[in-house]
């Protein structure tokens, strides 16, 4: 090894791949940091749901002996969020109705990581069924407070500097808020853009594989390689599927012009939380910007509901024998969850996915105007505790639309934790979203990591 594993700090995926180009870093090197790193914290913040050190230095050797970046993530270490499927390793989906599961086939995202030439270091902590019951991973800035929803093992991961790449999924809000809260990118897809073939399902309509990272070029990056059509996943085949070339970041050549929306729930925002967005928006406006507020139409009121119609009847559709032959170990919140699912009109569905059409040609419209719409990640700073994780409320209108968002993290509440506005972009454009987004990652400065010194889970914040 070129130097000692323990003096390498935290990499983003791109400044690790030019080391290895360098030669003056390993794919082993770097695995060993990252599993020195797991080993420190995820006692603490657990994380990891999976992860066997002994599969993950094989994985970084098999790098190490070929030539360096022969592949876009050429011994890139990445965690996987435990409701996709892979072959080599447990897939458990949450709940213990599934301990020890293991699957004979990969997931999409899983091959393309493996052709790309990514060390998959393991599997993420995930809530029941990415829907229930809230799972035991921690905030890593600090341990008292939730890191999110579904996907707050990813979200936790990348934010302690266990990964530099992570990957989840989105339902409601369950990549945009466990970014904010745990102070990183969250980087939800235009839907469609990412297969799902071998991820649990909760509502088709609804369902998005997401990224965290460290910067926006990681975003690309990844985006890049996972992004593209899939027989498996229907959904796949009406989107829009930019070249490798198109994921390059584009400088801006002037600043942008960005539609501002509080929406219909702007009261549920925390007093913080109103004061730290039109913060930002004044920053934005010192740098250039154009930012106009536009109210949506009253029709947009009834959006949540609408998700909820469709979130609730897709767990009763996809996960209904589990509840009937096993509901007595599922938690008290996910077969409520299925019993209003259970309930759903034929009617309430098919409104809720002619809102979600309506929507977002009305959307299209003022995207054809802005180059991005600025609106809150979350209701506020990151909740105290870990029963409750937050109101997936903001972030499920850019679900229920398919629009890409980003969580972009700007400042730290007073709380201690970070804070985070959302960024959405045109359906199909994701590159030019992250290109916005690297502009404003610019402007804030990078995500913030941990300081390392947990406080203790019996102390008081």
């Known amino acids: 090894m070129s130097h000692p594993v323990n003096a390498l700090p935290p990499l983003t995926a791109i400044d690790g791949l030019q080391a290895l180009?360098?030669?003056?870093?390993?794919?082993?090197?770097?695995?060993?940091y990252c599993l020195n790193c797991i080993q420190d914290q995820d006692p603490q913040i657990q994380a990891w749901e999976y992860c066997d050190p002994q599969q993950v230095l094989k994985q970084a050797s098999v790098c190490d002996q070929a030539s360096p970046l022969s592949a876009p993530l050429w011994g890139v270490p990445i965690g996987i969020k435990d409701i996709i499927a892979t072959a080599d390793m447990p897939t458990q989906w949450g709940t213990p109705l599934y301990a020890g599961q293991h699957l004979d086939f990969n997931a999409t995202v899983v091959e393309r990581l493996q052709a790309a030439g990514a060390v998959i270091v393991g599997k993420t902590v995930t809530t029941e069924y990415a829907s229930g019951a809230s799972?035991?991973?921690?905030?890593?800035h600090n341990l008292n407070h939730t890191p999110g929803a579904s996907s707050s093992g990813s979200a936790a991961a990348v934010a302690a500097g266990m990964v530099p790449l992570a990957i989840g999924t989105q339902t409601m809000g369950s990549v945009i808020r466990p970014a904010a809260y745990c102070g990183v990118l969250g980087y939800k897809p235009s839907f469609g853009l990412i297969s799902r073939f071998g991820i649990l399902p909760v509502s088709r309509d609804l369902d998005h594989v997401g990224i965290f990272a460290r910067c926006v070029a990681d975003l690309a990056l990844l985006g890049s390689v996972?992004?593209?059509?899939?027989?498996?996943?229907a959904d796949t085949w009406v989107a829009k599927y930019p070249n490798r070339a198109d994921w390059n970041l584009s400088p801006r050549t002037q600043p942008p012009k960005l539609a501002l929306i509080r929406g219909p729930f702007w009261n549920l925002v925390e007093p913080?939380?109103?004061?730290h967005l039109l913060q930002v928006v004044e920053q934005l406006k010192a740098a250039g910007a154009t930012i106009m507020e536009l109210d949506l139409p009253a029709d947009f009121s009834n959006y949540f509901t609408h998700v909820e119609t469709l979130a609730y009847s897709g767990l009763a559709v996809n996960h209904g024998k589990d509840y009937k032959e096993a509901g007595d170990r599922l938690s008290p919140k996910l077969s409520q969850l299925i019993e209003q699912g259970r309930s759903v009109a034929p009617l309430a569905y098919?409104?809720?996915?002619?809102?979600?059409?309506?929507?977002?040609?009305?959307?299209?419209?003022v995207l054809s105007q802005y180059d991005g719409i600025l609106t809150p990640a979350t209701t506020g700073?990151?909740?105290?505790?870990l029963d409750y994780t937050g109101n997936p409320v903001f972030c499920a209108l850019w679900t229920l639309t398919g629009l890409p968002a980003i969580a972009i993290p700007c400042g730290i509440g007073t709380?201690?934790?970070?804070?985070?506005?959302?960024?959405?972009?045109?359906?199909?454009?994701?590159s030019a979203l992250l290109s916005l987004a690297h502009w404003m990652v610019g402007l804030f400065g990078a995500p913030?990591?941990?300081s390392g010194m947990f406080i203790s889970a019996n102390t008081t914040s």
Request: proline share 7%.
């Open 350 to 365: 098919a409104a809720a996915r002619h809102a979600s059409h309506a929507y977002s040609q009305y959307l299209a419209q």
């Open 226 to 233: 996972l992004a593209g059509a899939d027989p498996r996943d």
């Open 135 to 140: 799972a035991r991973t921690r905030n890593p």
């Open 381 to 385: 700073i990151t909740p105290k505790g």
């Open 21 to 32: 180009e360098k030669r003056s870093l390993t794919a082993q090197e770097w695995a060993q």
């Open 448 to 450: 913030i990591l941990p």
């Open 272 to 275: 913080e939380g109103q004061e």
């Open 415 to 430: 709380n201690g934790l970070p804070m985070a506005v959302q960024l959405v972009g045109d359906r199909g454009r994701d």
